[in-house]
């Protein structure tokens, strides 16, 4: 059973300050595969989510060296802050509060940074934003979106912004080798 196929009733917990939403429980995580990750301690998803046991109030990452949990006893959360905020405490044993930085926002600006790249290189010269986002496997859209986060400005403001340094910078380069060649 999926999270999605089990009913509201499953969803709540034995402890009273755990109860949580069947809304909670569809975070888009599949949990057969999150499960799977936590039964192999997969290192790569750590930092992609996190498992709330119900059983002992605790949420750990799922690398975690503990005896994994049943599967009906495991709540998946993208971050540490939505276990804590659905009253799990975090785990002593692995201590997902100090788990590396979220991985989504890692994977946005590793995707930033790649754009900023291609940018500073001229792809924006010759193609424009959507072939420079579908280069990065992005949509235009979330392009835009995770750059200004990223850097307060589009990915268009951005080469802008090149394009006139460069020219500042050819302009100061001829100014300067103008100057020593009348001395």
């Not at 995770?146 to 990915?155: A, D, K, L």
């Not at 080469?159 to 100061?172: D, H, K, P, V």
Request: aromatic share 8%; proline share 5%.
């Amino acid at each position: 059973l999926t999270m999605i196929e089990r009913s509201p009733n499953l969803c709540r917990t034995r402890r009273p300050n755990l109860q949580l939403s069947l809304g909670h429980c569809l975070m888009n995580l599949d949990s057969e595969i999150c499960y799977q990750a936590i039964l192999s301690r997969d290192r790569r998803f750590d930092g992609w989510f996190y498992v709330g046991v119900t059983s002992t109030g605790v949420y750990c990452r799922p690398i975690c060296g503990v005896r994994p949990p049943k599967l009906l006893n495991c709540r998946f959360f993208r971050s540490a802050a939505s276990a804590e905020k659905n009253g799990f405490r975090p785990c002593l044993r692995c201590r997902p509060e100090l788990a590396p930085g979220d991985a989504m926002l890692e994977v946005s600006s590793s995707l930033t940074k790649a754009a900023a790249e291609l940018i500073e290189g001229g792809f924006l010269n010759e193609k424009s934003v959507p072939d420079l986002a579908q280069r990065i496997g992005v949509s235009d859209r979330h392009l835009r979106r995770i750059f200004e986060s990223e850097f307060g400005v589009t990915p268009l403001q951005f080469a802008q912004t090149l394009y006139r340094l460069r020219l500042s910078g050819q302009a100061f380069a001829a100014q300067a080798a103008s100057f020593i060649s009348l001395s």
